[in-house]
């Protein structure tokens, strides 16, 4: 189904839409300079979860869930409710306790924590994994767009992707255009929101509110079709929905860049109260993205197109386009809904491959390999690990190994079960030990790579531990690792116990 | 033999911190309020599809018994838009405890 037309249209305003987000950064940059102190007091919870949307707005969450309810129906859910729920565990089980901490990236975190230089390392090396997992699911999200966009093979568009890609963090590097967080959430929601509607209008359904009236839609789908998307468990067992929710969650409350959000901002109070809006922002998103799936199965049913699975399993990623396309939308709009999924893959890969360049050049390079390295020096291993790790991600990303929101997931596997524990016991129970944390990360590290690297062999293992949904069973065994190895090893420091006592957990 | 307890008590000196026996006073306030939270996020989220899995497993019946709110089956509703709303009033409901509590602590001190 992939017509071999170039659409010059979503191409032209998807120049003016990077250029014109490269000028605002400018803008704001001059800005801060001017009252940074006076600034700091006076910005609103609301600008602070606008901020924490943002970040938290990838690929996954603009084009992929709607792809998984488009496939899966009600299972969908579980990736909508472990996303919005894990901030919830953040908030109450971690948010100012690691505030307080004072340590800003999960490696400087571990290493203080638990005074290892080989936890530190670990931790590093864990990082980069999660972010090379979570880059491959945005990669995938690039090519299709751009494939969608000039009727060219997958691979070809995410080469093109990954080169647009580079070009507009050097330029934006170059400049020093800063990004601004709030137009880039307010971008996103409308070019998502606003076609949304459209389509609920062009197919006869209430366009106000398409989050709920695509439930109509739903309903008058054919009576088969209707039932299998209404029922909760056509798609997946009760397990595996509890379990991908489950893994979902405490990968949220694990990953590195979600929480490194406590520390941009002035004070705790605001912190937490930015969550609260954060999460209303991502929720907009969330409330819509379904309606996509639901729209699209309308409008095959009533044009009498039928799609054999291989097509649908296809055209799931990229579904939120090809429905705004069906229907017949102004060309815009259609354009609109490919722009935002390339500005969200976009902003997510360039702020976590930087991350994770920063990571290899200080946690890795500099604590491991050379520790006379100064300043200059790891600025130019982080560039060129931003560009090994970039062409890494590339290598995996040609053939993707499952839908967007997908390979997301095993990210947040990796996260759940190994930093979730070690920050939840590093906070909540003083006789955590550094053997612990090595011994928990080894043990996490196993449980999420065993379902990939060994479920062809064990149908069984891939039951019990899907290699989307393995923090159920994983987190809590991790959890039981740490608890053992640390009691049979020495404590931790008194000062360090101390400091938690004193520091951590105090109003 | 009282010497030596006195020796003894800078480093008998409780440093523990322990979510299941959290020390009295703030932390013991604090790890509440999170239990309480934390209940109410859980049994949100895992009852529903927990008691779905007991009472439903055939997909014509559930769809004929089911109560139906905003033309879709209620539980439908319930985990693709209440719950979203809930994890935001659970956020809102524990800032506004805990401000409360690290306000009165401050206080005190």
């Known amino acids: 189904m992939i017509e071999s037309t170039v659409k010059y249209t979503p191409f032209f305003l998807l120049g003016c839409v990077l250029l014109v987000s490269l000028v605002v950064g400018l803008l704001t940059r001059r800005h801060d300079k001017g009252g940074y102190g006076l600034q700091v007091h006076s910005i609103g919870h609301a600008k602070i979860g606008a901020a924490i949307a943002s970040n938290w707005m990838s690929a996954a969450s603009f084009l992929g869930i709607a792809g998984v309810f488009f496939l899966n129906g009600y299972f969908a859910f579980a990736y909508i409710l472990g996303w919005t729920g894990g901030y919830v565990l953040l908030l109450v089980l971690m948010g100012s306790q690691i505030r307080r901490f004072g340590k800003y990236t999960a490696p400087d975190f571990v290493a203080a924590r638990y005074d290892s230089p080989v936890a530190r390392v670990f931790s590093a090396v864990i990082a980069v994994i999660i972010s090379l997992i979570y880059c491959v699911a945005q990669y995938k999200g690039l090519g299709l ?5 000039f009727g060219i093979e997958y691979t070809q568009a995410l080469v093109f992707g990954v080169l647009v890609t580079f070009v507009f963090l050097m330029v934006a590097g170059a400049i020093k255009a800063s990004r601004n967080p709030q137009m880039h959430y307010l971008l996103l929601i409308l070019f998502f929101i606003i076609p949304l509607m459209m389509i609920a209008k062009k197919l006869g359904y209430n366009w106000l509110v398409p989050q709920f009236s695509y439930g109509s839609a739903l309903r008058d789908l054919p009576e088969q079709l209707s039932t299998a998307y209404l029922f909760p468990w056509t798609f997946g067992t009760p397990y595996e929905w509890i379990a991908l929710c489950f893994t979902l969650m ?3 409350a ?25 999460l209303f922002f991502i929720g907009l998103l969330y409330w819509s ?7 699209a199965h309308s409008w095959l049913t009533t044009s009498g197109t039928v799609l054999d699975p291989a097509e649908a399993q296809a055209l799931a990623d990229i579904i939120v386009i090809k429905t705004a396309e069906w229907v017949g939308l102004n060309e815009i709009l259609v354009s609109a809904l490919a722009i935002g999924g390339i500005l969200a893959a976009i902003s997510t890969i360039t702020g976590l491959l930087v991350t994770a360049a920063g990571t290899v050049s200080y946690d890795i390079y500099y604590r491991l390999i050379n520790p006379n390295a100064n300043e200059k020096h790891l600025l130019i291993v982080a560039k060129g690990a931003t560009l090994v790790l ?21 990210a947040f596997a990796l996260a759940g079960n190994t930093l979730f524990p070690v920050f939840l016991l590093g906070i909540w129970w003083d006789r955590s030990n550094k053997y612990g944390a090595i011994a928990g990360m080894t043990v996490g590290t196993m449980i999420t790579f065993a379902p990939i690297l060994f479920g062809h062999l064990s149908p ?8 989307t949904s393995s923090a159920l069973i994983g987190a809590p065994v991790v959890i039981l690792t740490m608890i053992i190895v640390s009691r049979l090893t020495p404590p931790p420091s008194e000062e360090l116990r101390r400091f938690l006592v004193e520091k951590v957990h105090s109003p | 033999m009282s010497q030596t307890n006195e020796q003894n008590s800078p480093s008998r000196e409780d440093l523990r911190v322990n979510f299941f026996r959290p020390r009295p006073g703030f932390m013991r306030k604090e790890v509440t309020i999170i239990w309480i939270t934390l209940a109410a996020w859980a049994i949100a989220t895992f009852g529903m599809p927990i008691h779905l899995a007991i009472i439903h497993s055939d997909p014509a019946s559930t769809l004929a018994e089911v109560p139906y709110i905003f033309g879709v089956p209620a539980y439908f509703w319930f985990s693709g838009q209440f719950l979203i ?6 956020c809102f409901c524990f800032n506004i405890l805990i401000d409360w509590l690290s306000s009165s602590y401050r206080r005190r001190r």
């Open chain 1, 145 to 149: 767009v751009f494939a969608w966009m």
């Open chain 1, 250 to 252: 405490v990968g949220t």
């Open chain 1, 254 to 278: 694990g990953l590195p860049h979600v929480l490194s959000r406590f520390y941009t901002v002035p004070n705790n109070r605001d912190a937490r109260w930015g969550v609260v809006w954060g």
């Open chain 1, 289 to 295: 993205a379904p309606a996509f799936g639901a729209f």
């Open chain 1, 390 to 410: 970039a062409l890494l991600v590339l290598v995996v990303a040609v053939n993707p190994p499952g839908l967007i929101a997908q390979i997301t997931a095993v």
């Open chain 1, 460 to 467: 069984t293992l891939l039951a019990v531990l899907p290699p």
């Open chain 2, 85 to 90: 709303l809930w994890f935001i009033f659970l």
